[in-house]
């Protein structure tokens, strides 16, 4: 397996030229983001991913974690890699200076996750379960609460997970059946089974703060009367020291298809005596609760698509340009050429690299509309950049994971015949990816949601404020009078129109036929998802267009940024017509294969 490899020049390049960060960094209470600050804690966070995270990559999947006595054991390695995630203050990097974090806009906390990622998808998971934890208790919990927990999990000192899932309620949470009884001295005592649970138990911190869907007796059915409890491994005493074990445990690890070293738990709560628990929210508030954390949850795991699908990428180029195998016409007689000189394997490579730095400076746009949304001073722009955050939330963490799978199929294709064995690396990377569309939401829901909600929003607005971006963008790349971009600009027009056109019809139907809307809703979020890829790209050939004319010495990456951009708009761009017809087609074909025809 090839050693991870930081992108830290496309970071930059995206972060000071494509999605505008220096306006974030402009933003009161940012002050300290400077330049200066970012490079250094972009180099750190590379230094720690490259150094100390990936390394243990392989070798913790082969080892993976393990139930014993009781007690998760995480494979070796992760103690002393989680030690030094905690002592670099990386845990607390994007939270308030008010809740013992570092005050750091959300847009480098992306940047720094879709390294350690990268670096290793299985130790990554839990940090992110600790973040979605933590705004779970800033936005809802009582000063108790943020006072009795939270320092300890902004810093890593403590972790955090969601327990949503139950065995009959997957993505229909309103079915869960655990349940809490009120106590008379305010605390609840919660039972139940939850399952698929990340990090359910493990051996890295101290104490785990479990977030808890559960019922209160009398509660109304569905998902109107779902509360949130926190449920903490050991009991918190009132000057901060730990307690009793609570009735919480892991009772068993799924065997899984990737991310071995993640420990996947079912857990039992209230097997014996109930598990001390404590209402956050409010009662009957659960749902809300969950999506403050499940949203920003939704993005993280569509890092981890973007993430995976960079290390698979540059794995493969690695390979690829040792690999020797065939002739093309200019090689010498009795030598052979690498395969990076054979179209088709650049073909793939091209592929991986382009989506890879379309989902990357998606993903980045994506935080500084959520920091600006939080942190502007005119409230009306705070309202515009969240509704970027709800439009797009469901493409980033549908399209990028969808993708990152494509790109990690790709990554054992360049292979060949070593990507289909364990030790060459690539096969990790596939096995990895796999589950990122189908956790958190699984893509299905995802692409419902945009099309039932998110294409509605605030009359459409989002949406349509979105579609005027792009066309802002083919006056710029006319402007440039480079014949490259002219390409890009055609093509993007292409993908716009198609966007325009597939919402146009999705509105309709929704209104007359909500099955043929559904029917179109997957289709429809890929088109999106491809069109913004090839918007950001478009971006990001005019920024290096920019940066050629000004007469930069470094041409070869700007050159390289326009010519995958124009690659990706010749040869992704155009799926986005060709989708058009999939989204508008309606549901009639899906239901005219009756059931008896499936079993056929």
Known sequence: MSEYTAPLRDLRFNLNEVVDFLSVAALDGFEAASPDLVDAVLEEAAKLCVGVIG?????????????????????????????????GGWGALMFPESAGGQG??????????????????????????????????????????????????????????????????????????????????????LKGTKIFI????????????????????????????????????????????????????????????????????????????GAVAYMIGGENNGMRCMFTMMNLARIMVGIQGLAIADRAYRHALAFAKDRRQGRRSDTPKGESAAIT?????????????????????????????????RHHADEAVRAQNQGV???????????????????????????GGMGFVEEAGAAQYYRDARIAPIYEGTNGIQALDLVARKLLLNGGVAFDDYVSDLRDLDG????????????????????????????????????????????GATAFLKLFGTVAGGGVLARSAIAAKKQLDAGSNES??????????????????????????????????????TDEMLDA
């Not at 006319?478 to 993908?495: C, F, N």
């Open 55 to 87: 390394p243990l990559n392989q070798s913790a999947d082969r080892e993976g974690s393990k139930l014993v006595d009781g007690d998760v054991i995480t494979p070796d390695g992760f103690i002393d890699a989680y030690k030094a995630f905690v002592d």
């Open 104 to 189: 750091l806009p959300f847009t480098m906390y992306l940047a720094v996750m879709e390294m350690m990622t990268s670096a290793s998808t299985a130790f990554s998971l839990g940090p992110v379960l600790t973040m979605s934890a933590v705004e779970a208790l800033i936005a809802h919990g009582d000063d108790d609460m943020k006072t009795r927990y939270l320092p300890k999990l902004v810093s890593g000192e403590w972790a955090g997970t969601m327990n949503l899932t139950e065995p009959q309620a997957g993505s229909d949470v309103g079915a869960l059946r655990a349940s809490a009884s009120l106590q008379g001295d305010g605390s609840y005592l």
């Open 198 to 273: 990340s990090y359910g138990d493990h051996d890295l911190t101290d104490n785990i703060i479990h977030m808890v869907l559960a019922r209160t007796p009398g509660s109304p059915p569905g998902t109107k009367g779902i509360s949130l409890f926190v449920v903490p491994k050991f009991l918190v005493q009132d000057d901060g020291s730990l307690g009793a074990h609570n009735d919480a445990y892991a009772i068993s690890l799924e065997e899984k298809l990737g991310i071995h070293a993640s420990p996947t738990a079912v857990m039992a709560f209230g097997e014996k005596d």
């Open 341 to 373: 000189q054979h179209p088709d394997v650049r073909r793939m490579l091209l592929l991986m690299k382009s989506q890879v730095e379309a989902m990357r400076g998606l993903a980045l746009s994506v935080g500084t509309a959520f920091d600006k949304s």
């Open 389 to 415: 955050v709800d439009l797009l939330t469901p493409i980033i963490k549908a399209w990028c994971t969808d993708t990152g799978v494509e790109v990690a199929s790709l990554g054992v294709q360049v292979l």
């Open 476 to 519: 710029a790349l006319a402007a440039t009078g480079d014949a490259d971009l002219e390409v890009i600009r055609q093509q993007l027009a292409g993908g716009e129109a198609a966007l325009s056109s597939a919402a146009d019809w999705l509105r309709s139907a929704l209104g007359s036929d909500p099955d043929d809307a559904a029917a």
């Open 556 to 593: 070869d990456f700007y050159k390289g940024k326009i010519a995958t951009a124009r690659f990706y708009a010749e040869q992704v761009l155009p799926q986005a017509a060709a989708l058009l017809g999939p989204v508008t087609r309606g549901a009639q074909s899906l239901y005219a294969v």
